[in-house]
């Protein structure tokens, strides 16, 4: 993803003074849901590690991209032997041609008629294929939180509004980031989803991005449905998450655009502020880089948006 520019360094400027009043992190309360048993924070960080371990590079038409896929794929073999998981393979025109690419689609169906996606990308930034990126933090853990998510949906069906898991290809610019060149996989889906009728079912579209950041701090972004925004920060409040929430504003370029675009009500959970600021690099020092590695991305912050995604489901089924 990217920023607007100009918002983001207007932001920054009032970031360490909101920063600076933030409350000392305090002791987690038990989730607040109806749900019993509670999000594996410490599995979706093995996760995690496995993922890395077998995907290094996931960049889309690369080797370790097919293995993505398929450490994706085994872990959902009880909802596609369900006929809930669908594998959704389109041919992107890009920079660098036409390429082949996949979202996967995880399907938890609720008592209620309406849809909440949750959506997460999955592959490495392509013009970094020639580095030693691994994006840990962008792409890989949230890909793992979806997993372990899933792992608990299947424990714990939605009693409202069902649910599915997106893992969306093709986030990052082939090139570089522009309308045409970006978030290929969300776009090909809002599209797909508006000519069967899929979109007016969705109640909420969200972004899981960045947000195993072992420095967690999920950004307030201007782009995102005030309503939803609102419930995020319910949902800090009804886990005891506060401190790791709304401390910084942005306005993120994300998977959620297309479907904003279309009229859905969308949610970017997203912590750019990933690594130490730099002279070159304000909103973080880590973001693209080799130095995007597991070290950088903590089980307790895993645990952290994994607590505030199961709150959410809760908290989006009852409103309205
Ligand atoms: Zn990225």
């Known amino acids: 993803m990217r920023f607007f520019g100009s918002l983001l360094s207007a932001l920054l400027l009032v970031a360490p003074a909101v920063n600076a009043q933030a409350p000392a992190v305090k ?10 048993g509670r999000f594996n924070g410490q599995a979706a960080y093995l996760l995690t590690q496995q993922y890395l371990a077998t995907a290094p590079k996931r960049w889309v038409g690369s080797p370790g991209h097919a293995k993505a896929e398929e450490f994706l794929q085994s872990h959902f073999t009880a909802e596609a032997a369900k006929g809930n998981f669908e594998t959704d393979t389109f041919t992107a025109s890009t920079p660098s041609g036409l390429l082949t690419m996949k979202n996967f689609i995880a399907k938890y169906p609720g008592k209620k008629d309406d849809i909440i996606v949750i959506a997460s990308h999955y592959e490495t930034n392509y013009p970094l ?14 890909s793992a939180l ?25 986030e990052e610019a082939i090139q570089s980031w ?38 967690l701090d999920i950004d307030r972004d201007a782009n995102s449905t005030p309503w939803l925004l609102d419930l995020l920060a319910t949902a800090a409040k009804n886990t005891g998450h506060t401190p790791n929430v709304f401390q910084n504003e942005t306005a993120a370029d994300d998977d959620h655009m297309p479907f904003k ?22 909103e973080g020092s880590y973001h693209h880089t080799d130095q995007d590695s597991l070290d950088k991305v903590s089980a307790r912050s895993l645990q952290i948006s994994g607590d505030l995604l199961v709150e959410m489901i809760h908290l989006i089924s009852q409103h309205g």
């Open 27 to 36: 002791a987690q309360k038990p989730v607040a849901s109806k749900a019993t």
């Open 129 to 142: 294929r020639d580095i030693n990126f691994v994006g840990a933090n962008d792409g890989a853990a949230t």
């Open 261 to 282: 675009q279309r009229g859905v009500p969308v949610l970017d959970m997203i912590d750019f502020h990933y690594g130490p600021p730099t002279a070159e690099q304000p």
């Open 146 to 170: 979806l997993i372990e998510l899933g792992n608990y949906l299947r424990a714990h069906p939605p009693e409202g509004s069902s649910v599915w898991l997106v893992f969306d290809d093709g």
């Open 178 to 215: 522009s309308a045409r060149d970006s978030v290929y996989g969300t776009r090909h889906l809002a599209a797909k989803w508006s000519q069967d009728g899929t979109l007016k079912k969705i109640k909420a579209f969200i972004v899981a991005d960045m947000i195993g950041d072992r420095d």
